[in-house]
């Protein structure tokens, strides 16, 4: 029964308006509920962050009621007072309010699975998701039993909707003519035009707790913010100095013994990289393995045995141990691997407009005879891999190269990655038997969501858990290594394995450093020496080091250094996420944020963050290196300095 205020709500055509934006509030309130609890074991508690969690993320949730109810305070508004009196009517309001509640609950589940997956609420990664809708949905598909979930909401929306009925369809009406209407939708239009020009989705960065800041955000908000905002330009959202000033310091800091500017009065960091001695024209065979995080290896302290091969090589190749990813997706990971540069705020650069004709490995490569592949397991199209690796300077080969009789397993991301392995060296063989010096990266995709790989090949079930997949991939790994010891070009070849990316970054700091934490193994026995590696060191220096180790001059455009001619004390490593720009260097993290002064904090064991941040004016000069390699690269992306 409505009680008499409810009553007299639901009398005036805009009730209804009111009653949606409960139903949003709350269900958005249930969300954020399941998460904290989901997150309990992670959250850092305090009453200010208990209290920036809950008022902030009420804030949010009205606002993000507001641009629900768009849909339906136009058809408020303009359905005529005559069709809106007919007998019946209030059954097309069931149909509204069942969809609403149809989308507001798909979103919560939406949320739960990309919380679980990400820790973070949506981002510009689900806008991205919501592009590649063949390869998501079938991932979807494949890791939860979809129909089971949607029929369920689809059950739940009835009986909210058949709950609420008695209120939605009340027959007490009180007429409304437009003009009356009109007044209505100009308030609401004031609100809107308010709430777009000052709310944005900053207001809840307001904890150095990352768990804090996403609770308290809205996810249907955030996904939208994440369409509008998905690139970021580093001159207006980001501290910056002198132009001058930050090309003259990225001059100091670049130039190493091997290196002479073009011209070292210009700003440009184009110069010449010369060793001494013949160049190894050896072949090279780069595998950036898919979300493999160093903590899955024995090697770096994990007893679950699930990566015994790779263990086994790091004992007999080239081990670098304090190696970090710059990102957290895989075009982040292609983009520091090919192009050598830090990352740039919002999108990687394998996904913007302009990323033609760059100066990446395959250009070093080509330039020295060599053919170069990059070989994908999935479809080039996605996250537009295939477009940024044919127009800078590769061969792509992928998942269409196959025949179905080639292919033990595939899921939505692409085929088992035993038989990605199998088409590397198909591959290989082409070129090497062209007489022509072979460079190949890989990439693999069975270490992702929904964990599946055929059956039989290790003791641990397909679609059961990241360990079986990462446990497969090292399998498919150690079958490759065998396959490839036959073959004639093998004794001559370096092979470089080395993370994307690692498997979650989720922590209780803005930028938890562990969570970028890699592998890399560099093996050529009788080639390169083994030992190990234990200097700080950027994904961006994979390259020069890489070409350092086969002692090839060349003329750089790279950020990265080469780790074995790089004075100690000169060692410092990039950590971001689509928004936070971090920068590592000794005991330091420096933290730069849209529209927010950089930050300075000291680090301890692992590089994690302790206590607050630096406030004293030392910290100035390490917050000014920082923003000097971050602005640098943006600019030369943007002005087109990177173009070959």
């Known amino acids: 029964m409505m009680t008499s205020f409810t009553a007299r709500l639901m009398a005036n055509r805009f009730g209804s308006l009111w009653l949606l934006a409960m139903i949003v509030v709350s269900v958005s309130f249930v969300t954020r509920l399941i998460l904290f609890i989901y997150s309990y074991h992670s959250f850092d508690f305090s009453i200010a962050n208990l209290l920036g969690v809950w008022i902030i993320g009420f804030f949010y949730d009205i606002i993000n009621a507001s641009y629900v109810a768009l849909p339906l305070i136009l058809f408020l508004w303009l359905m005529p007072e005559r069709i809106y009196q007919k007998k019946g009517h209030h059954f097309v309001l069931y149909g509204l309010f069942f969809f609403f509640i149809?989308?507001?609950?798909?979103?919560?589940?939406?949320?739960?699975?990309?919380?679980?997956?990400?820790?973070?609420?949506?981002?510009?990664?689900?806008?991205?998701?919501?592009?590649?809708?063949?390869?998501?949905?079938?991932?979807?598909?494949?890791?939860?039993?979809?129909?089971?979930?949607?029929?369920?909401?689809?059950?739940s929306s009835m009986l909210i909707t058949y709950a609420l009925a008695p209120v939605i369809g009340t027959k007490t009406h009180v007429p409304m003519a437009f003009k009356q209407r009109t007044r209505w939708v100009a308030v609401y239009a004031v609100f809107m035009v308010l709430n777009v020009i000052i709310v944005n989705n900053r207001f809840h960065y307001f904890s150095q707790s990352t768990y804090a800041n996403e609770l308290a955000a809205n996810g249907l908000y955030e996904l939208f913010a994440a369409y509008r905002n998905n690139e970021l330009d580093y001159d207006q959202f980001y501290p910056h100095i002198n132009m001058q000033q930050a090309d003259t310091r990225m001059h100091n800091f670049i130039q190493t013994s091997q290196?002479?500017?073009?011209?070292?009065?210009?700003?440009?960091?184009?110069?010449?990289?010369?060793?001494?001695?013949?160049?190894?024209?050896?072949?090279?065979?780069?595998?950036?393995?898919?979300?493999?995080?160093?903590?899955?290896?024995?090697?770096?302290?994990?007893?679950?045995?699930?990566?015994?091969?790779?263990?086994?090589?790091?004992?007999?190749?080239?081990?670098?141990?304090?190696?970090?990813?710059?990102?957290?997706?895989?075009?982040?990971?292609?983009?520091?691997?090919?192009?050598?540069?830090?990352?740039?705020?919002?999108?990687?650069?394998?996904?913007?407009?302009?990323?033609?004709?760059?100066?990446?490995?395959?250009?070093?490569?080509?330039?020295?005879?060599?053919?170069?592949?990059?070989?994908?397991?999935?479809?080039?199209?996605?996250?537009?891999?295939?477009?940024?690796?044919?127009?800078?300077?590769?061969?792509?080969?992928?998942?269409?190269?196959?025949?179905?009789?080639?292919?033990?397993?595939?899921?939505?991301?692409?085929?088992?990655?035993?038989?990605?392995f199998t088409l590397a060296l198909r591959e290989i063989d082409k070129t090497t038997r062209g007489q022509k010096a072979s460079f190949t990266h890989i990439m693999t995709t069975s270490n992702h969501r929904p964990?599946?790989?055929?059956?039989?090949?290790?003791?641990?079930?397909?679609?059961?858990?990241?360990?079986?997949?990462?446990?497969?991939?090292?399998?498919?790994?150690?079958?490759?290594?065998n396959e490839a010891a036959k073959k004639p070009w093998y004794d001559h070849t370096l092979f470089v394995i080395v993370a994307d990316h690692c498997a979650s970054s989720a922590g209780k700091t803005q930028l938890p450093v562990n969570k970028y934490h890699i592998p890399m193994i560099i093996f050529s026995p009788g080639n390169i020496a083994t030992g190990t590696q234990d200097r700080l060191m950027s994904q961006i220096d994979v390259a020069p080091t890489l070409l350092g180790l086969l002692n090839f001059s060349y003329d750089s455009k790279f950020f990265g250094y080469d780790m074995y001619t790089l004075p100690p004390g000169n060692e410092r490593a990039f950590v971001s996420t689509y928004q936070l720009l971090g920068f590592l260097k000794n005991d330091s993290l420096v933290v730069l944020a849209p529209n927010r002064p950089a930050e300075v904090y000291h680090t301890g064991h692992n590089h994690e963050v302790v206590g607050k941040p630096v406030l004293k004016a030392s910290a100035s000069s390490i917050a000014n290196e920082a923003i000097s390699w971050y602005q640098v690269a943006s600019h030369a992306f943007k002005s087109g300095e990177l173009k070959n």
């Open 102 to 155: 149809s989308l507001l609950l798909f979103n919560a589940v939406a949320e739960g699975f990309f919380w679980e997956e990400f820790n973070t609420r949506f981002n510009f990664i689900a806008v991205d998701y919501l592009v590649y809708t063949t390869e998501v949905i079938g991932n979807i598909r494949q890791s939860y039993p979809i129909e089971i979930i949607i029929g369920w909401i689809l059950v």
């Open 259 to 420: 290196d002479a500017f073009f011209r070292p009065d210009r700003p440009s960091i184009q110069r010449q990289v010369r060793h001494g001695g013949a160049e190894k024209k050896l072949n090279v065979v780069l595998i950036s393995v898919e979300s493999l995080s160093a903590e899955f290896m024995g090697t770096f302290g994990n007893d679950r045995n699930i990566t015994p091969f790779l263990d086994s090589l790091a004992h007999v190749g080239l081990n670098f141990t304090n190696l970090y990813a710059t990102g957290t997706r895989t075009v982040r990971g292609l983009e520091a691997l090919s192009l050598s540069i830090p990352p740039t705020p919002g999108q990687s650069i394998v996904r913007r407009p302009g990323n033609e004709q760059l100066f990446s490995l395959a250009t070093v490569f080509n330039s020295k005879g060599y053919e170069s592949k990059f070989i994908y397991g999935g479809y080039g199209y996605f996250d537009n891999m295939g477009y940024f690796f044919e127009n800078n300077g590769y061969e792509v080969i992928d998942r269409s190269a196959l025949d179905d009789d080639e292919i033990d397993y595939e899921n939505i991301w692409g085929v088992a990655d035993e038989n990605l």
């Open 451 to 481: 964990y599946t790989y055929p059956e039989g090949r290790i003791d641990i079930p397909s679609h059961t858990g990241r360990d079986g997949a990462v446990k497969y991939t090292d399998y498919a790994l150690h079958k490759f290594f």
